[in-house]
C-alpha cells in the first residue's frame, strides 16, 4: 500500500519570502510523484510531476520539487511567493497495481501568503 | 484545446435518493478517474475506467457505481444518498497509451449536497 504524509496543514508566509511545502510517502516499491495545486472552489491543477531522470524537476508558477529516494520525500520549493500563490497544495504517489494507477493524495497544506 | 469537463457544477439532493455526475475527459484520453473530496481533506480515489471497463476500484460501498461510454465520457451513479456522501466529486482523465499515462488531468468538480 502507498500512502502520503503532508506535515504541515498550514504554512503562513509573506509576499516574496521562499517557502517549502513538505511532503513524504511511503510505498514498498517505485512510485511517480506529484503535486497539485487547488485554488478555492476549484479543481486541481497539476503543478508538477516526477516519472524519472533528474531528481529536481521544474513547474509551473516557478515552483520546483525534489524527489529524495533515501528520504522518501519530494518537498515543493518556491524562492519568492506571491499572493496569488494562495492556495491548498496536494502532494500525490501514483504506481501501476491492479489495472489503474489511482492516485493517493495527502491531506493537504493551506499556503497563506500575507504582505 | 478543451480540458476536462463535469456536469452539473452543483447539486442538492435528500437523503436516500440516487444522482448522477458526468464527465468529458480532455480530448485525446481514454481513462477516467473518480475522486471524492470531502471539506477539508485530500481527494479519495473512487474507480477508474479504461475501455467502458471498471478497472480500479477504492474502498467506496457498492452504493457508487460508475460508467465508461464509447466516446470515453463517463457517469458516477451514488444510490441511497448519505449525510456523509455531501463532497466535491472530481473527474481525472488520462492518456494510457502514452508515456505520460500517470498525468491525470482534473475538472472543476461537482459540488452534492445531501440533506
Known amino acids: 500500500a502507498q500512502s502520503v504524509t503532508q506535515l504541515d496543514s498550514q504554512v503562513p508566509v509573506f509576499e516574496e519570502a521562499p517557502v517549502e511545502l513538505r511532503c513524504n510517502y511511503s510505498?514498498?516499491?517505485?512510485?511517480?510523484l506529484f503535486w497539485y495545486v487547488q485554488y478555492p472552489n476549484q479543481g486541481l491543477q497539476l503543478l508538477l510531476k516526477?516519472?524519472?531522470?533528474?531528481?529536481l524537476v521544474k513547474g509551473i508558477n516557478g515552483f520546483e520539487a525534489e524527489f529524495n529516494k533515501s528520504q522518501t520525500s519530494f518537498h515543493l520549493r518556491k524562492p519568492s511567493v506571491h499572493i496569488s500563490d494562495t492556495a491548498e497544495y496536494f502532494c500525490?504517489?501514483?504506481?501501476?497495481?491492479?489495472?489503474?494507477?489511482?492516485?493517493?493524495f495527502g491531506t493537504g497544506t493551506q499556503l497563506k501568503v500575507e504582505l | 484545446d478543451a480540458g476536462v469537463t463535469q456536469s452539473p457544477t452543483h447539486l442538492i439532493k435528500t437523503r436516500g435518493q440516487q444522482v448522477t455526475l458526468r464527465c468529458s475527459p480532455k480530448?485525446?484520453?481514454?481513462?477516467v478517474s473518480w475522486y471524492q473530496q470531502a471539506l477539508g481533506q485530500g481527494p479519495q480515489f473512487i474507480f477508474q475506467?479504461?475501455?467502458?471497463?471498471?478497472?480500479q476500484r477504492g474502498n467506496f460501498p457498492d452504493r457508487f457505481s460508475g460508467h465508461q461510454f464509447p466516446n470515453y465520457s463517463s457517469e458516477l451513479n451514488v444510490n441511497a444518498l448519505l449525510l456523509g456522501d455531501s463532497a466535491l466529486y472530481l473527474c481525472?482523465?488520462?492518456?494510457?497509451?502514452?508515456?505520460?499515462?500517470?498525468?491525470?488531468?482534473f475538472g472543476p468538480g461537482t459540488r452534492l449536497t445531501v440533506t
Open positions: 481525472a482523465s488520462s492518456s494510457r497509451d502514452t508515456l505520460i499515462f500517470y498525468e491525470q488531468y
Open positions: 510505498s514498498s516499491v517505485s512510485v511517480y
Open positions: 516526477y516519472l524519472s531522470g533528474s531528481t
Open positions: 500525490a504517489v501514483s504506481r501501476f497495481t491492479g489495472g489503474g494507477n489511482k492516485l493517493t
Open positions: 480530448s485525446g484520453h481514454d481513462t
Open positions: 475506467y479504461y475501455e467502458e471497463e471498471e478497472r
